[in-house]
Each structure stands twice: as structure tokens, then as C-alpha cells.
């Protein structure tokens, strides 16, 4: 079902495509061709110049409408942007930047979050390492993706310079 808007709808289309790659392709091109005979008008591109152009600047947008509502477990969007932001500065203080990979092995959860979040705020690229993974396979991937800085267990990520969000590890 298309919503009036066309806009969430073709916004809706952009999300799919992109975080289910592998969906089917006849799928996607059939929702497209349901928007332009619903919304004959619709120009695509507005759309997706209207997108925010990254997942930081869309957290960033709910920091500033709904500071103070809940983002994540415990943590509302303004605390969740002052402890990802202070990572963040830890992580550029520490080399982290366009062109670098961080690695993360952290359980599921608010920590997780914040990790990942700083990470894309430096402007490094995060690298997950299942903390449930063999060692080997743990291994493999970081010689496979030659990360500069770790977050998260040192067990998996071996001597990496590891940074958290207290004293450097």
C-alpha cells in the first residue's frame, strides 16, 4: 500500500534497495513503477536530495527535534549524542578519520550503539567483530581489513590500539 505521501513511499523504496540489496530486483523495479503511475509528477531525485546524507546528520536531526526523548535503551538522543560525540573525539584524537578502519567487538546494546555512531562521527569506517566469533575467525578479518583502532575486547582484537569511552585501553 502507497501512503499519499509520495515522498515516504519513494523514501521507503530508497531504504529498501539499499538494506536489502539482494531483494528481489523485479520487486523493486515494480514499486517503482507503482510510484510513477500513482505520483506522475514525482521527481526522484527531489526525493532523494531531500534524504539526509548520511546517518549521522539523520541522528543528528533527531538530536535537535527530540533531545530528550528516549533513543536507545536508557539513553535519550542528547545523551546518546554527548557520549558518541566524546568517543568520537577520542577516536580522531587517536588517529581515527576519513580512510580508516575502526574495529568493534561489542555485545548488542546501548554500548554498541554509541560505538558505532562515534565511529561514523570521526569519519572512519567500523569494522563489527562478532564478539561471540572464534578467534580464528576474529583474526582472519581483522588481517583481511587491517583496522588502525579497536573498541571492545581485547581477546579478539589482539594488540590493536583499543580506545573506549574512559582512559585509553
Given at each position: 500500500?502507497?501512503?499519499?505521501?509520495?515522498?515516504?513511499?519513494?523514501?521507503?523504496?530508497?531504504?529498501?534497495?539499499?538494506?536489502?540489496?539482494?531483494?528481489?530486483?523485479?520487486?523493486?523495479?515494480?514499486?517503482?513503477?507503482?510510484?510513477?503511475?500513482?505520483?506522475?509528477?514525482?521527481?526522484?531525485r527531489?526525493?532523494?536530495?531531500?534524504?539526509?546524507?548520511?546517518?549521522?546528520?539523520?541522528?543528528?536531526?533527531?538530536?535537535?527535534?527530540?533531545?530528550?526523548?528516549?533513543?536507545?535503551?536508557?539513553?535519550?538522543?542528547?545523551?546518546?549524542?554527548?557520549?558518541?560525540?566524546?568517543?568520537?573525539?577520542?577516536?580522531?584524537?587517536?588517529g581515527?578519520?576519513?580512510?580508516?578502519?575502526?574495529?568493534?567487538?561489542?555485545?548488542?546494546?546501548?554500548?554498541?550503539?554509541?560505538?558505532?555512531?562515534?565511529?561514523?562521527?570521526?569519519?572512519?569506517?567500523y569494522?563489527?567483530?562478532?564478539p561471540?566469533?572464534?578467534?580464528?575467525?576474529?583474526?582472519?578479518?581483522?588481517?583481511?581489513?587491517?583496522?588502525?583502532?579497536?573498541?571492545?575486547?581485547?581477546?579478539?582484537?589482539?594488540?590493536?590500539?583499543?580506545?573506549?569511552?574512559?582512559?585509553?585501553?
Amino acid at each position: 500500500r502507497v501512503v499519499a505521501d509520495g515522498r515516504g513511499a519513494a523514501a521507503r523504496m530508497l531504504c529498501v534497495s539499499t538494506l536489502e540489496p539482494r531483494k528481489n530486483h523485479a520487486t523493486l523495479v515494480a514499486a517503482c513503477q507503482m510510484l510513477d503511475q500513482r505520483f506522475p509528477g514525482l521527481d526522484r531525485r527531489a526525493v532523494a536530495a531531500a534524504l539526509p546524507d548520511s546517518i549521522v546528520s539523520a541522528f543528528l536531526a533527531q538530536v535537535r527535534t527530540h533531545p530528550d526523548r528516549l533513543a536507545v535503551n536508557e539513553l535519550t538522543y542528547r545523551e546518546l549524542t554527548h557520549r558518541s560525540a566524546a568517543l568520537a573525539r577520542r577516536l580522531r584524537s587517536a588517529g581515527a578519520g576519513r580512510g580508516t578502519v575502526v574495529a568493534v567487538s561489542l555485545p548488542r546494546g546501548t554500548d554498541l550503539i554509541v560505538a558505532v555512531l562515534a565511529i561514523l562521527r570521526s569519519g572512519a569506517t567500523y569494522l563489527p567483530i562478532d564478539p561471540s566469533s572464534p578467534a580464528e575467525r576474529a583474526r582472519f578479518i581483522l588481517h583481511d581489513a587491517q583496522p588502525t583502532l579497536g573498541i571492545g575486547s581485547a581477546d579478539l582484537l589482539g594488540d590493536l590500539t583499543r580506545v573506549g569511552e574512559g582512559a585509553p585501553q
